[in-house]
């Protein structure tokens, strides 16, 4: 780019960004979901993003449930958001979206364009599903009321500092810091497929895989995780080296996605990091002993997503 | 119902247009459209020679400008649609808001469609893009029933147009990273699944292995028939069970469905496959010519012919086809 560049607003010394929890992913036995937010609540996590986003019929946790957890958490000092369903197929799953839309009490995370449209003139937030690839993009959202995006995963830091450079200034920033990445969505269910089953009566496979169905190459190679109709990788996404990154690019939040075990000591190592209490590498490398299979962060390099750059 | 047919170049769009197509789509020769592969796609100067062709014989043209621009590459994607109207495309096809923004105030008289790559399933998302850029058509993506189908159609705001033959996208359009994440190059930012590049087939002493960005996705015996790699249509090994853990090689056939389109208010039929041959655009367009016409004649008794059928499966990826999404049996 010829032209000098404007600077970035919110970057300076000192800037710390915010920690979120993206929604859980999985389908969990009520009792674990309640397990998990009553340890949130007590978590250093500053928002936390709640509701189904994978598949309509997972049902263990109902609109009303959410709300009662979304409650605790700000009574906790949380930030909460709802969350939407990704890929809206069916009228009853629109009617469901309606609730959450309509709904004022709390901000609402759009996941597909159908709930932009219906939170139209509303402060909202769009996830990293929402195809968001430019400043234009971001600039048409924001006169519809986007209070906060999300970096669409496979998008990489150079691209994310030019975003910065020429993005609205009162829209926020987040990114995908850890967690298995969301690869893909599918009008199939494909852990129901490996089951033999029918979507139609999948008999909630899904719930036994808290953290999905690992996919390995022929040659033995861990690779994609089936999780109902989204493919995920297998590899865990960590970004936490790249915090003095983040930091300069003005970065707001920092979102962590759920996994079923050692959540606690994820999040905690988080915040040491964010509070200069660690050392974001030294913190970084202790994450990786705490993913189900190991970690990437390819995207962030201008790689292949699947790649490790920090072993 | 127009029947859409695609054109990688200027042999493949007289082939759709002499064999009965009544819309040709077409991209530009770089990464602003999701057929970018190497050697296909138009120069400008064949774009007008293309447009002037299909036009001579009624054809209609549209563009697809259906990638996602990132900020250092928008202005490529400005000239792109201030040239696609200067050329007086019949409809520019774009997924990207920033880029459907652009084009509906730059060129109010454009006629803007929707991409599959828009990812657009239901109705209220259709009444965003038809509200904010005035869209007057769009292309569903590859997941919904044919009632799903209906059901979006009696509340849209715009014209649908459908998939109805070719190379069947599992997951939705728009939404799958698969390929980028074993190669770095996705759809949505290249233009491209499963690049060219990042392809490895090798010789062992069991067969061929096909490897995408060094990731195994096929074994073959001996022998066996070689499909392209794309990820989701691999063999794995999931639990120790190894099959097509995502979705097996087959390709969409949805021509015994062409009653419940029209019942259901589809507009349009789309045929996949610009980075196809001249020859197998002329097959496809041809027989499916013969059957939208077939069907018109005497809705009451359609039914493809069996020698349609048996010469769409000959050219079919994988060989064999089904009624993907539409089909309850799929979901």
């Given amino acids: 780019m010829n032209n000098p560049q404007p600077p970035i607003a919110a970057a300076q010394s000192g800037h710390r960004p915010r920690l979120s929890l993206g929604p859980i992913t999985y389908y969990w036995p009520k009792e674990q979901v309640d397990a998990f937010y009553a340890m949130v609540a007590e978590a250093p996590v500053d928002i936390v993003y709640l509701g189904e986003t994978i598949c309509s019929k997972r049902n263990q946790v109902r609109h009303e449930d959410w709300l009662a957890i979304a409650e605790r958490l700000t009574e906790h000092g949380k930030e909460v958001v709802l969350s939407t369903l990704t890929l809206l197929e069916a009228e009853s799953e629109l009617k469901r979206l309606r609730t959450i839309c309509e709904q004022t009490q709390f901000m609402v995370e759009a996941n597909d364009m159908g709930a932009v449209h219906l939170l139209a003139s509303r402060p909202f937030a769009i996830g990293p599903s929402v195809n968001c690839y430019n400043d234009r993009t971001l600039g048409v959202l924001a006169k519809q009321g986007l209070k906060r995006w999300a970096l669409p995963v496979e998008l990489t830091r150079e691209t994310l500092e030019q975003m910065q450079r020429a993005k609205p200034a009162d829209v926020e920033t987040e990114v995908m810091a850890y967690g298995r990445l969301p690869l893909a969505y599918s009008a199939r269910c494909f852990t129901a497929r490996h089951k033999h089953l029918p979507k139609d009566d999948c008999r909630d496979v899904c719930m036994e895989y808290p953290d999905g169905l690992v996919v390995n190459t022929q040659d033995d190679q861990q690779f994609l995780v089936l999780n109902g109709i989204q493919t995920q990788s297998a590899h865990t996404v960590n970004l936490l080296a790249e915090l003095p990154a983040m930091r300069a690019l003005g970065v707001d939040i920092l979102r962590i996605s759920p996994q079923s075990q050692q959540m606690d000591q994820v999040i905690e190592l988080f915040h040491q990091a964010l509070s200069d209490a660690v050392d974001p590498a030294e913190a970084s490398s202790q994450l990786n002993a705490l993913m189900p299979v190991g970690p990437c962060d390819g995207y962030w390099h201008g790689e292949a997503g699947m790649v490790a750059t920090v072993a | ?331």
Avoid at chain 2, 49 to 76: Q, W
């Fill in chain 2, 1 to 331: 119902m127009e029947l859409v047919c695609p054109a990688g170049n200027l042999p493949a769009l007289k082939a759709a247009v002499d064999n009965g197509a009544n819309a040709v789509y077409i991209g530009f020769r770089d990464d602003t459209n999701a057929r970018h592969f190497a050697g296909l796609n138009f120069a400008p100067n064949k774009m007008v020679e293309g447009i002037r062709y299909a036009r001579g014989k009624g054809v209609r043209v549209f563009i697809a400008l259906n990638t996602y621009p990132r900020p250092d590459g928008f202005g490529r994607f400005e000239q792109a649609v201030d040239k696609a109207a200067e050329l007086g495309v019949d409809a520019l096809i774009a997924a990207d808001i920033g880029v459907l923004d652009y084009a509906s105030r730059t060129h109010p008289a454009l006629n803007l469609h929707l991409s599959v790559q828009g990812s657009a399933t239901n109705y209220e998302a259709l009444r965003f893009y038809h509200e904010h850029f005035g869209i007057r058509r769009a292309v569903l993506p590859r997941v919904l029933s044919i009632s799903q189908v209906k059901h979006v159609i009696d509340q849209s705001p715009v014209d649908i147009e459908v998939f109805a033959f070719g190379s069947l996208c599992v997951m939705v359009e728009g939404r799958c990273i698969l390929s980028s994440y074993a190669t770095g190059r996705s759809p949505n930012t290249y233009g491209a699944c499963s690049p060219a590049s990042h392809v490895e087939w090798i010789e062992t002493d069991a067969g061929l292995d096909t490897r995408l960005g060094g990731v195994l996705i096929q074994r073959h015996p001996k022998g066996e028939n070689v499909g392209y790699p794309t990820l989701c249509k691999g063999t794995f090994n999931t639990d120790g069970q190894i099959d097509h853990a995502i979705e097996d090689p087959v390709s969409l056939n949805a021509m015994e469905l062409l009653p419940e389109m029209k019942a259901a208010g589809v507009k349009a039929v789309k045929i996949e496959g610009r980075q196809r041959s001249p020859v197998y655009v002329a097959q496809v367009t041809k027989i499916w010519r013969e059957a939208l016409d077939s069907f018109e004649r005497n809705p009451s008794s359609f039914a493809p012919k069996p020698e349609w059928t048996a010469a769409l499966g000959k050219v079919s990826e994988g060989a064999q086809t089904t009624l993907g999404p539409y089909h309850r049996p799929w979901q």
